[in-house]
């Protein structure tokens, strides 16, 4: 696609409840990533693919985080058990090949809220 | 601990004056720092910063690096309405050249 597209762009959930956050990069792009921005926050990195594989899940801040890449283009981070202090907006970023040689380019985000 | 640190973290200033916001970092291996502005949700991209001392611009926005002193600025003349936002610096190190190290962002609002 033309631009990084996310969805849903928000989620209201009840605590203890799962939730699945997509990311369709931009066509073309190998290197995906999931960053977190809390409020009053940076963005906080969770996950990096290249490609379908994730050389970097050091982010994730917890095991109820899980992310996965299909066919090189989409992306689904899954929130299981989810709690209040996941409530942020998660942003999904690609580029051509990985940040160190190209620029990012970001989605809208998924504002998620737990209640 | 790779640390990127921006200031002030929010600014309140009348439209057409000039505004500097700073990014101060401290990590290994540095290799880029890039600026973003983030005006709703999804972070656009300003500047990507590699050699000290070269000055890159567009239109009114400018920025400048010194790998010495270990910061970058990011300069806004005249400023506009439009231009209230977070602004964001990230760090890319040898360390983990895929991921970008944000600091937590100076918020703008240029009143009128």
């Known amino acids: 696609g033309a631009g990084v597209s996310q969805s849903p762009s928000n989620k209201v959930t009840e605590k203890g409840k799962d939730v699945e956050l997509r990311c369709d990069p931009i066509s073309g792009h190998t290197a995906l990533y999931w960053y977190r921005q809390s409020l009053g926050q940076g963005l906080e990195f969770l996950i990096y693919?290249?490609?379908?594989?994730?050389?970097?899940k050091s982010g994730l801040p917890s095991d109820r985080f899980s992310a996965e890449r299909t066919g090189g283009s989409v992306s689904t981070l899954t929130i299981q058990r989810t709690q209040q202090e996941d409530s942020a907006v998660y942003l999904c970023?690609?580029?051509?090949?990985?940040?160190?040689?190209?620029?990012?380019?970001f989605g809208a985000g998924s504002r998620l809220t737990v209640l | 601990e790779d640390k990127v640190v921006q200031s002030p973290l929010s600014l309140v200033v009348h439209e057409g004056d000039t505004v500097t916001l700073n990014c101060s970092y401290e990590?290994?291996?540095?290799?880029?720092l890039l600026w973003y502005k983030q005006e709703k949700k999804a972070p656009t991209f300003l500047f990507m910063l590699t050699s000290s001392g070269i000055e890159k611009k567009s239109g009114r926005l400018s920025s400048i690096l010194d790998k010495k002193e270990l910061f970058s600025i990011l300069n806004i003349t005249a400023t506009q309405t439009g231009d209230s936002a977070i602004y964001l610096c990230a760090v890319i190190t040898g360390n983990s050249g895929y991921a970008l190290n944000f600091g937590k962002g100076t918020s703008l609002l240029v009143t009128p």
């Open positions: 990590v290994t291996n540095f290799r880029s």
């Open positions: 970023a690609s580029s051509l090949r990985h940040a160190g040689a190209n620029v990012l380019t």
């Open positions: 693919f290249q490609g379908n594989s994730a050389p970097d």
